[in-house]
């Protein structure tokens, strides 16, 4: 049975990583250089106070004791106090902060600015075991009620174009791309452009 809780644990900073980081690698290892410096960064985010990679922040589903399913999701007026949480977290990682924050500022151009009354649906994570057996769907339902009980108009999700199987579980949700975003810049290190869908709750 798939039990929710509102935040994840500490203790599963291992597993969590890895789920993250299986979510979007080209994205992950762009940002912080290698998968191997990825999952030792994103370990780290999941266990900072605060931050869109907290858990504390993260919403977790678990099936028989073990994480099953991630997601960090929030209405589009959190974005500035979140990203203030994020740079915070990220002053606690080892190696090259200014290279780090430089980084993720070149991604943000892949992300259009969320409009207000949106809900944002920033990770969503089923671990490798449990893919294929409906966990998603029901989880995804979930969080389009809980937005729709906060006054959200919508969901917005962004997905990078290399991923048609993360494309076509959100169209096959209700979910249509309202823009691809390329940016030149990024090419070269082989990162695709990002697809923002979008799903109107009412």
Request: contains cysteine.
């Amino acid at each position: 049975m798939l039990q929710f809780f509102r935040s994840g644990s500490a203790d599963e900073a291992q597993v969590a990583a890895r789920m993250i980081y299986d979510s979007d690698p080209a994205y992950y290892d762009f940002w912080f250089g290698s998968a191997h410096a990825a999952l030792l960064c994103l370990e780290k985010l999941w266990l900072a106070p605060a931050g869109s990679l907290s858990h504390a922040h993260t919403n977790v589903w678990r099936e028989d004791g073990q994480l099953s399913v991630l997601v960090s999701h929030y209405p589009s007026s959190d974005d500035i106090r979140l990203a203030e949480a994020d740079t915070q977290a990220q002053g606690q990682l080892r190696g090259d902060l200014a290279q780090l924050l430089q980084r993720e500022a070149m991604l943000a151009w892949l992300f259009p600015h969320l409009p207000a009354d949106v809900w944002y649906l920033q990770t969503f994570a089923v671990s490798t075991e449990r893919r294929g057996r409906g966990l998603g769907t029901q989880v995804l339902a979930e969080i389009e009620s809980t937005a729709r009980a906060h006054g959200a108009l919508a969901v917005h999700v962004d997905v990078d174009s290399a991923n048609p199987s993360a494309l076509r579980f959100y169209q096959s949700h209700g979910f249509e791309i309202v823009t691809s975003t390329r940016v030149p810049m990024l090419e070269p290190f082989r990162l695709p452009a990002s697809f923002r869908l979008a799903k109107n709750l009412f």
